[in-house]
Each structure stands twice: as C-alpha cells, then as structure tokens.
C-alpha cells in the first residue's frame, strides 16, 4: 500500500505555508495527514506523533517552524523516517534563525532541509523519496518535471512572439 | 534547604566552556550537578531530567548547546523553573546559530539566554535568581560585585602608576 | 508579601511592545511597575531605579530597548537582582543590533535575554524566577502551560475536524 | 537488488569532508560512489552523471560544494532522484555563501540541504531514503540510533562517576 | 558588425528588474535578445544557449535570478564570453542568498557581479565591454557620463536657488 | 566667526534624511550649506567641495550616502576637517552595506560615523565638535541635554498618572 | 592651553588595541590620559571621569569596548564633549556585536565610530576635532597626510623598479 | 596591439593576492601593470591613473582593496574602461565589508565584482573581455577552459583507479 505523508507544524499559524506541502503532494497523488503539534508546548504529543509515524503507515514527515525552529530535530530524534524541515519566515530575523535551527543539526540526527517558506518543494522532496519504493510515482515525478520545463518554454515563446514591453503590460 | 543547580549539555565537547558555570556557582556556594543528556540522541532522559528537576531540589537549570542548538528550550517545555540558554561557539556559523536557536524561543516557552560561551554569566544569573529565596546568597552577591569593582580599580590604580608600555610589557 | 516586577524602557514608543510584559504578569496575579527611563538621557534616574528596585519591593527587572540598546546592560550593572532584557525590533538593522547589545554582556554582569520583541516571554520569565519563593505562583504556572497545551490541542482536533481548507477560510 | 548512493564533489579538495559521507553508509552496509565532477568545469559530465544515475543502480546523490555552491542543485535538475546538499565550509564567507546557495532553491527543484561541512549526517539521510525500500537498513537505522543514545549514556555515567574535573583532565 | 548581448532569466517574475538592463544597452545602440531559460527547470536549452552565443553574434552575456542564483554560473561554465550576473532581490534572505550565489564562484570561471537588482548597471557594464572593439560605442558612453554629471549638477544648483525646503516639497 | 557646517550627499533622494542634520544644527544655531555631490558622477567637483571647505568656513563636514556608501570616505580623503558619515537606508542589504562602506575605513583617513539614517545625531555631533572652539555653543548644547531629559521625565510622569492604557490610547 | 584626549576602556584585554590611539595623538604632540574604567563594573566611576573630562582640560574622549560595547554611550550620555567609540574585535560575533552596541545610538546622544579595532584612526579624529581650535595641529595634520601620501607613493615607486616578484620576497 | 591590463591595489599589503590577477593574464599571454596607489592617501594619482588608462594602451583595469574598499568605485568613476574589483579578506568582518563595498555601486557607475580574494578570476575576467577583440586570445581561452576540465578528470580518473583511503594519503 503506498505510503503517507505526515505534515507537522507547531501553531497554525504556519498552516497557510505548510498548505503548499500538501498541494504539491496532493498533485503527485499522496496521502496526506496535517497535524498542528508544537515542539514546546506539547512536547509529549509531539513525539509520540513522531514514534508512530512509521507504524502508521507514513513513510517520510515534513515538519515546518518559525522563529527558535526546533520541531523539525525533536521530530527527527523520535524517528528513522526522513524527516524534511522548513524554516518558516517571520519576526525579526526573518527565517534566518528558523534556517539555522532547522539545517545545523548535530551528528547523528539529520533533517532535510529545505528553502525558508519552501513547503512546496518539501512535498516535491517526499515525494521523490516516497518514490524510491513506488515506480509508478517515479514516473508521474518525471512527468511533473517534463511539465515544468514545458511552461518555461512557453513563457519564453510568448516573450519572443509579443516582446518584453507587451509581456509586461499582461 | 538550599536549591541545587542542574548544569546539562548534550555533549561531552561542551563540557570544558560549561564548566564555568559550575565554577561560578561554586564561588557563591551553590551546589551543582552537571549531567550530559542530548535533546536529539536520549530526548526521553533529557525530558526526565526536566520534569523531575523542581522535585529533585533544584531552582534553575542551565542548558548549553551548539550548532542548531534545542537542549535549552526542549528542557524549558518539560518545566517551569527558569531554564537558562548557553549557546556554544562552534561550526561554520561559528554560535550565532546556536544563539539564533536558543533566544528566539516563540510565546509560552521563555529560555533566558546568556552570550555566546557565556556560561560564567548563566552562573551568575542562576544564583541572582535563587537569591530571591535566600538572603544571605543575596549578600554574596552584593559582596562578589565589590569584588569585580575592586579588581577594575586595581587595575586602573597599577596603569597609573607604572604607565602604559610598562602594563603592556608585563 | 509577593514581589513586584519593575518594566523599564528607554522611550514611549517602546511601550506598546513591553506592555506585553505587564500583561503576562497581570494572568500571574503579579503586581508591576512599567516606567519610561532611559539610560542615555536619564542616566542618573536609571541607575538610582535600579539601586533601588530591591529596597522597593521587586524581585526582577524587565528593561527592553531598541538599536543600542544599553539600557538593560545599565540597568544591570547598578543591582543584582535578576534583569531579563528584551531586544526591541526597530531600524535599519531590524533587532539584530538590540540583540547583540543585550545578549554579549560580559563577563560578571548577565542580562537574561529573550527573543527579539519577545517583551510576553519577559513576563512568564519573571513569573518563573519569582516562583522560586512563592509556590502559589508555581501551581498557577503549571496551570498556565496546562492552558497553553489545551489551546494547541484544540487547534489541531478542529483541522481534524473540519480539514485545511475549511480552517483557513475561517 | 539493494541501492547504492552516488557521493559527488567538484574538487578533491572537499574529499576528506565529503568521505564522512562514505563512512557513515559503510556503516550501514550500503555501496556507495564516490566522483570528483565540477558543475562548472565539465558541467556536461556532471550532468550526464546525474540523468544516468537511477538506471546505474542510485537510490540517492550526495553533493557537496563550498563557495557559489551550485553542484547539488545542478544534480537535482537532472534526476528526480533525492538529492542531497552538503555546503562546506571555506573562503572568506566561511559555508554561509555555500548553505545559501545549495538551500535557496526555486520552486520546482528541491534539495535536501543538511548542516555546514555535515557530510556524515548526509550519508545518514540517504540510509534514511533508502530505507523506505528496505526493512533490513530499516532496523539497521534503528539499532544504530540506539547506539548514539547508548554513547552519550555512558559518557555522563562516567561523569557522575569520576566528576568534571577528572573527566576534562582525561 | 556590431555585437549584440544576450540577456537571460530563469522565471518570467524577473523580467521587470532585467528589462533595466535591456533599457540602458537601448540608450547605447546596443542590440540585445531577452530569453527566459531556468538553470533548473530547462537545463539542457540553456546550455546551447550559452554554448552557441558568440557564434550567433552575441559579445556579453547578462544573466538575473534570485535566490539559490545559479543562472549566471552554469552560463558561464558554457562559454567564454563575458558573463555578468545580476542578483535579484526576493524571499525571506532578501537578495544576499543571490548575491553569494553568484559572486562566490570557484576558481577558472568567473562572473562579472553587479549590485542586488543592478541590472541597469549590467547592461551598462556590457556596454563598456563591448565599447573594447566600438569606438563609437566608446564615445557615447563618454557622451553618457558628461549627461550623468549634468544630471546631477542640475539637481544642485537647483537645491543652491531654491533651498532644502522648497526642493523637499516638490 | 562662527565656523559653518557642510552637509553632503550624492543624490537628492537622500535630502529628506540628510536634512535632519540641518535641522539639528539649525536648533543649535548653526549655519549649513547643503549641497548635492556625488562622488562616482561628479567626483572633481566632490573633491574640489571637500578640499576648500575649511577655507571657506566650514569646521566639519557631514556626507551622507547609501548602497556602496564611498562619498564620506572620499570627502576625508581631500580635508583634515572632522568628517562625519551617515549611511543611508535603502536596496536589498538595507543600509548595512553603507555602514560598513562608511565605518571600516583604512588606517589613516578616519571617517566619525553614526548609525543608519542617524543624520540628526550627526549634526549634534557636528556641534559637539564646534563647540571645542565656542564656549557659548558649548552651553547651547548642555541645554539640549537637560531638555532632552526634561521631555523623557514628563513623559514618565504622565504614565505614572494616567497609567498605560491610558497612555497607549492617546 | 592646548586640550588633552581621554582614554577609557572597561578592560586591560583592550589595552593593546586602545593604545594605538594613544600613539597616534602622540605622534600629533597630543597629550593624553588613559584609564581603564568598564561601563559595567563600576558605572559610578565612569560616570565621574565622562562628567568631568572637560572641566579636566579633555576636549574629546575615546572609549572602546567589545561585545555588547557600552561604553561609548554611557560615556556620551554624561559629556557634550565628542566622543569617538572604538569597537573591539573579540567572541563569537568577532566585534560586529561591538560595532552595532557603540554606532547605532538612538537620537540625541551621538557617538562618532570609526572601524573595529580602529583605535589608531580614533586618535587621528581627535586630533582632527581639537584642530578646529588649534592652527599648528592643524598643520601638523596636513604634514602627517603629506607623509601617509609620500609612504605610498615610494611603495609603488619601488614596486615599478624591482616588480612584483623581487618586491614580495622581500 | 593588444591592449594591457591595469592591475591597482591601494596597499603592499594586498599585493599577494593581486598577483594572482597577474599570474592568469600572464598564462594567456597577456601584458599587464601593477601599481600601487590609494583612494584615500593619493586620491588624485589614483584617478590620474583611471583617467589616462585608455589612452594608456589599457582595455580593462582591475583593482582590489579590503575594509571600505572604495578604489574599484573611485577608478570606475574616472575611466569608460571596464573596471573588474576585487574584494580583499582582511579585518573583523573578513572581506563582507569589502564585498559590499565593491559589488553595491549605484546607478550609472558599475564596477564588475568578482569573489573575496577572487584576484585569479578576476584575471581571467579581463582577458574575456579583452578576446572581443582578439580572436587569438578568444582561441587560447577555449584551450584553458578545455586544461580545466582534463584536470578535474584526471582527478577523478585518479580517484576511481586508486580509491578515496589511498587518495586522501597521498
């Protein structure tokens, strides 16, 4: 049975980012489960989240935060699934304090991460991991790429029939 | 009775700088226990030692940590005493990461944080904070800032004395 | 009799953030004094504030401060009570200068340093360092996490319940 | 057939950072690749590398790059394989320049970015991946996280034993 | 014949910014082709392009994007043309993710870096570069600098006539 | 005679910031020139400026720019006058480029700078320093003081009496 | 009489590095005090020597600090002589902590910053500053650039005859 | 004839690294001058050297400074020439002041920027823009680009035929 995705967050605040995770895996036709569970405030949840995953049926877990970003490593020490982490944009230092909390992590404990704000491209990183053991997804993966690259050429069309000065003014 | 101090890292490599607040506290007559738990490798031990800390006889907990730095503010949510952060100098980003990790801790969950290798100061702060309790560690206090002062002022009175190249080529 | 927390802050137009701090302590049941003092224009009355904050009934200080910010540093050099300093978003360089400011004290005089902006934290700090001599505080802050942990969980059963799309049209 | 994990660097000179990699997958039994090809200098070999690296038997790459770091991401556009990025740390901007070139990646093409120079923990991540294809490594994993956790144990056994003292003197 | 600049972006989102460059190389009588071509997403067409530009009469290359910018690298490791890159501002790290990616390149292939969003310094670079086998074009962009230097005498000497105030209000 | 203050900057999109130095001055009665000045457009005519400033009256210089701030550097590099450099917010680094553009000047050719957009405290400090050579300016500027600690006290007198909402509310 | 130049520093560590300013204003026939006295330690006693430096025959004083760098302001806020701030290299944050703490003061207390470690380029400010009241120090300050120019010119001089290579095996 | 290159630096401190420009002109064949000579201490022999460089016989002009590094802008200012800067590593922010300070050139003066320390590439730069006008030199390029590539192979060949363990012994 294909597996699932488990999209973890720490206050739902972070929901309307972490959606694009969802969007991207649900374009690649994965299961999903959005789960609000912080780090700090329900730890114990939060790592039994973690401890189940894999009996659950998950088979990689993205985990965004802002700020002191550390849901994605207390995720990660609790599991031997891939775990992806997005650092998410906000207060003064802007993502770059959820990027450092996210990506140094220590020997022993690796997270996978990805741009600040990127919960697009951690769904499409699932995805190409969850592929691994799906070939059917690896395929659909090759077609998505296929897609991309068909819309850049596109817009570049457009840009050689019209000129810059008409593609502005759309 | 008096209340102890929980010193914790996560790391054996941590001990060295750590250890100044252990020495810090000694000079105030504060006993210590200093214990290496990582939030990443034994998150359950960590998490124990948290939660037990306040029945255990302690007042404040001082955590330090690297890189993308959690200990502080995994111990912070499993208790309510105050649970001071030493973020430690290390890696590429050189502890500004680990600051970045400890000090921008989201509403709810405080760490009170120290300088980069600050830990002298952390053992300062925890006895300024079991002072609240304890008067006659209030007046150590009082006495160790005399101390400080004195030392500056000694220091200024020799430089007066014997001048500049002669301070410098001691 | 249960101590006062003394709020401090250089300018008004700080005052919006640090009153976070005075409403953390008032869930508390703690009574706080919020003054406006700067430590550049005032110095005289900043530091006789904090000589005399002890002899005065606190138990801690909060002084939050933007740019370069001195004033918990100031502050903390004139008591040895506990001063908790709050780094205060505002300028070109955005708090990362406040920051730095407040949290690299040096050695003999700690400042304990919380988020950028992050005057609530300051509060519940306070709280938890009072605690230390006053044990129906700390049930009262059990109690608060308690909360806290009830309103992440009740945040994450309504997405179970009603899913992303619904939660974010709300 | 189990799967190997291809290890690529644009010079020799990230070699011995890039081999904590290796090591780590020796490790758990897993075959691994390891390739000098530049992104700049033979970009068409580094790419060809890529495309054929699913049908040469790769579950996953690993990329390192120091510097404008864009090996890993010049990986990704070519195979929907997971890839995984590897800043190392050098010149005058010390890893930062290579985390942010390897992590920022634009909507479309992830890569699995872990800390600066932590190569060994990219090795972990891909025994991560390829385990979701391969129960054996699966409890492979699992026995290896119990030794990390077993490691740290025994070091603050030794500690309570002997007291920090002895144990830095070591 | 004159040579033309080849001005290239990986997404349609910067095309505004680029146009600058576009717009200052039209000021000079400089020829120029706007291709949209992703160092990503379409690998393989924008590697001919570089490859096959000085055949097609193209003396300079500028290429934009933002930020893990690759663009201007992966042009330049496929031709010997000059290639200027132009860093474009944007996401949570603001343009200094991009700066890094471009300017930080290794040894043997160098990128001509202008300022975050400095496009319309880049086309004036490309000018000058080109201007090495113009001398028409050299003349006009001395004829260029005298109009700058006009530009800006004017602006003084009406602040000299009509005052700070009155020049504020306009 | 009294001696005059030269205000500088390179375009007249700097003036609304660079005029509160006028203002500064002008409360402190002192006469300013305000001029506009590039050093990359115009740089003769910048340096001819800087070279006859002392002849012509002036007793310090303020040049004020943004971005790769060089005018207050290159202005020093033509006077022994006191120069005084203001970097300028603005662009994708926000101002911090022009802080270290202006601050980190090569042994030998000071430049006395201020914070980022702090043009007002320039001017102080230009009166500060014409004040070593005019006592009555000297006493202007203890009166500036008192009245800056005037206006902080009546601001914390009136929170005292109407409390924070009240105060907030205004 | 001719006026002095004060001194100060919080710590004997910054010793080495303040004196350069010492030295400069000595090669300037100069006179100068240098005391140490921290921000932190004792604030009464910096206070005092910042209160009274210019009754004491100072007309401009130099402070310089590392880490969260006080003292230049607290000193500014009791002096309306000019006071020229010196951040210290030093910790985790290599003096950019200081750099932000002494040049980004709020409105009305300048503080006239020169570069990190830049104690030599502090004393050349001074002497600019006093030279506004003093013609002969003026003019031994055009002798001393008329020198710094000639060291160069006879550094390239001798570089056009013995080239490159002779010149760096020297 | 073929045009020569220009090779400033404003200190024999920074000749080192310059030379590295030097030394790839040199292997393609090309003439260039180095000259010592200041934006801050000789301001007008610098800029008699960017004015009269084109007539000079010079078709690109490279200039490299550390700290505020304002001589690539100020040689850009006076000259049409392409002008290639060279931020130098050096000081507390170890060459970022640099960076900024070259690559952050405002509208209408470029200067093109190549990596901290990046003098080699920097080099390699100026003959690509030179080879527009000189096929022979456009030829050699592609020889260079072609040695680049075979020694980033041979390395690899060398690595598959004697492994990682041996190689790294070597």
Do not use: W
Request: some cysteine; aromatic content about 2%; hydrophobic content about 50%.
């Amino acid at each position: 049975m294909a597996k699932k995705v488990l999209i973890l967050m720490g206050s739902d605040s972070d929901l309307k980012i972490m959606n694009d995770a969802a969007k991207a895996l649900a374009a690649l036709e994965i299961e999903t489960e959005v789960r609000i569970s912080s780090a700090h405030r329900v730890p114990d949840k939060t790592m039994k989240l973690a401890h189940e995953a894999k009996a659950n049926g998950f088979g990689a877990i993205i985990a965004g935060a802002g700020l002191a970003a550390h849901l994605p490593g207390v995720v990660a020490a609790c599991t031997t699934l891939p775990v992806i982490g997005v650092p998410i944009q906000g207060g003064a230092i802007n993502g770059i304090d959820a990027l450092y909390a996210i990506v140094q992590m220590p020997k022993g404990i690796p997270v996978a991460t990805v741009a600040v704000n990127g919960a697009y491209n951690a769904g499409l990183l699932a995805a190409q991991i969850l592929a691994g053991a799906d070939e059917a997804l690896a395929e659909r993966l090759v077609t998505f790429r296929e897609n991309l690259a068909a819309e850049v050429n596109a817009k570049d069309d457009k840009l050689q029939e019209i000129g810059v000065e008409a593609y502005l003014s759309k």
